[in-house]
């Protein structure tokens, strides 16, 4: 079952800023219904997706202490090779997740892909978790007008795809804007 972040519940954009303005303890308020209703329902894994700031995502794992059973991973949004999209290193936020017994992987989405390599390579050391990279397509979002508009640098995904994997990536897929064509370049990534 996928979760996204505290931010598009307002769909003012926030998602991909992080700046919510709330404690662990608010976030935690408002993901613990959804949680538990994915839970009564049977999910086999939560994966937590798009989490743009370290205050979410030290939610996100004091929440998973309450159905330990349940495995899940948590994905963050970035803006640059270095941070989550609120500023923090990515390297302190997969650190967070470290801490979460239930989480079975941690990593990027919702990211551009230029920036998926030096990403990993920035958590390869300290992750304890399978690394996931799934981007989007490198599109950017327009704010104002509501609209995508074309990727300054588009990739070769099933190029990127072999180059996620040698940087750590072991769970690889797409985000927002990728097509079921973006799908079959990475499948046939996988079959070489």
Known sequence: ???GPYGAYLAD????RGDYGLSARKLIEFHRPRVEVLVDLGADLLAFETVPCA????AIVRLLEEVPDVPAWISFSCSDEAHVAHGEPLADCIGITNDAESCVAAGINCTPPRFITPLLRSVGEIARHPL??????GEVWDGERHC???SPDPIDFSDAAQEWYDAGARLI???????PDTIQALSRVRQQ
């Open 1 to 3: 079952a996928s979760i």
């Open 13 to 16: 954009g926030s998602e991909y």
């Open 55 to 58: 205050v979410e995502a030290e």
């Open 132 to 137: 996931v990279a799934y981007p989007n397509s």
């Open 148 to 150: 995508w508009k074309e």
């Open 173 to 179: 897929g797409g985000c927002c804007r990728t097509t």
